[in-house]
């Protein structure tokens, strides 16, 4: 794994800037207090300068496709000009629609690239068995299309909104806590401290580990704690799932000033804080994080 993360180092480069861009959401974060009505919050588009557009699909070719494990590839997309952007709030995803068999499917996406990152945005996507589009993304070579709408805002990050932002992720909802991560953390004027529970099958599971690893080295506001199902002899940090336990010793306490950010599998999700009900619905806060004495206004489901 080691040889992998250091050609995905190789590859990425990095792409990290001042953090200026005006976001936006459908009125559903008072930032103000750090905190966001679940009724309220929907993703509604915006129109952006960028070059994705949110009415119509619009086609990018593959630049480059990187092995992270032995079911995850990060897709490398060329974007219409060598220094066009991708215009996107943050936290936003865009939706990729493929066609198999006379069957369309549409499923949303968080772009692990910065919003100046010029010319390519970059999609990790992990492989299903019985996944329509992990195995549409599986077939393509360097070349090939694919069809992009978007940006969907999901809920608006703006500097300082919170003392505290604890995450959890699971797999692949790594992508939009690196994308709130890398955007605030090099914003020198955002003094929010952020915290990671990030979960995965085994250590190679572990997706963008060397991203996050160098975060968590160049920035003091940022900690990460891994948890694996299946540790190898030497694994020293979490073991297992998600507990209450870490839950208390790695995020931040529930009170004022505090939020928590969440996005994994439909199990974690369960366990940790709850499923949403829709796109349009945080649904019920229950799991760890309701039993650490969160409330639904300080929780954010993506």
Same mark, same amino acid.
């Given at each position: 794994?080691a040889?992998?993360?250091?050609?995905?180092?190789?590859?990425?480069?990095?792409?990290?800037?001042?953090?200026?861009?005006?976001?936006?959401?459908?009125?559903?974060?008072?930032?103000?207090?750090?905190?966001?009505d679940?009724?309220?919050?929907?993703?509604?588009?915006?129109?952006?300068?960028?070059?994705? &557009?949110?009415?119509?699909?619009? !086609?990018?070719?593959?630049?480059a496709?990187?092995?992270l494990? @032995? @079911?995850?590839?990060?897709?490398?997309?060329?974007?219409?000009? &060598?220094k066009?952007?991708?215009?996107?709030?943050?936290?936003?995803? *865009?939706?990729?629609? #493929?066609?198999?068999?006379?069957a =369309? %499917?549409?499923?949303?996406?968080?772009?692990?690239?910065?919003?100046?990152?010029?010319?390519?945005?970059?999609?990790?996507? =992990?492989?299903?068995?019985?996944?329509?589009?992990?195995?549409h993304?599986?077939?393509?070579?360097?070349g090939?299309? *694919?069809q992009v709408?978007?940006?969907?805002?999901?809920?608006?990050?703006?500097r300082?909104?919170?003392?505290r932002?604890?995450?959890v992720?699971?797999?692949?909802?790594?992508?939009?806590m690196?994308?709130?991560? !890398?955007?605030a +953390?090099?914003?020198?004027?955002?003094?929010?401290e952020?915290s990671?529970?990030?979960?995965?099958i085994?250590?190679?599971d *572990? +997706?963008?580990?060397?991203? +996050?690893?160098?975060?968590?080295?160049?920035?003091?506001?940022?900690?990460?704690?891994?948890?694996?199902?299946?540790?190898?002899?030497?694994?020293?940090q979490g073991?297992?799932?998600? %507990?209450?336990d870490?839950?208390?010793? =790695? +995020?931040?306490?529930?009170?004022?000033?505090?939020m928590?950010?969440?996005?994994?599998?439909?199990?974690?999700?369960? #366990?940790?804080?709850?499923e949403k009900?829709?796109?349009?619905?945080q649904?019920?806060? &229950?799991?760890?994080?309701a039993?650490?004495?969160f409330?639904? @206004?300080?929780?954010?489901?993506f």
């Open positions: 794994m040889g992998a993360t250091g050609v995905l180092r190789a590859a990425l480069g990095s792409a990290l800037g001042p953090a200026t861009l005006a976001l936006w959401v459908g009125g559903c974060c008072d930032t103000r207090r750090g905190l966001f679940p009724a309220q919050c929907d993703v509604r588009p915006r129109v952006s300068k960028g070059s994705f &557009s949110p009415d119509v699909f619009r !086609e990018y070719p593959v630049m496709i990187i092995p494990s @032995n @079911n995850a590839r990060l897709f490398r997309m060329k974007l219409p000009a &060598s066009d952007v991708m215009g996107l709030s943050v936290a936003s995803c *865009i939706h990729v629609q #493929a066609e198999q068999g006379g =369309k %499917t549409v499923r949303p996406y968080t772009p692990t690239t910065t919003n100046f990152t010029q010319g390519y945005f970059d999609l990790v996507v =992990k492989r299903y068995p019985d996944g329509m589009m992990s195995s993304f599986f077939g393509l070579n360097v090939d299309k *694919i709408k978007g940006p969907f805002p999901k809920i608006k990050y703006e300082n909104m919170a003392k932002v604890g995450m992720a699971g797999g692949t909802g790594i992508t939009p690196l994308q709130v991560l !890398e955007h +953390l090099a914003d020198s004027e955002d003094n929010t952020f990671l529970i990030y979960c995965n085994s250590p190679e *572990i +997706l963008l580990k060397d991203r +996050l690893d160098d975060l968590a080295e160049r920035y003091h506001r940022f900690r990460v704690f891994y948890v694996v199902e299946k540790p190898e002899e030497d694994w020293e073991s297992g799932y998600v %507990t209450l870490m839950i208390e010793r =790695k +995020l931040p306490a529930a009170e004022d000033g505090s928590v950010f969440v996005c994994g599998p439909p199990g974690m999700m369960r #366990a940790v804080c709850g009900r829709n796109e349009q619905s649904g019920r806060l &229950s799991g760890l994080l039993k650490r004495g409330r639904a @206004n300080a929780v954010y489901k």
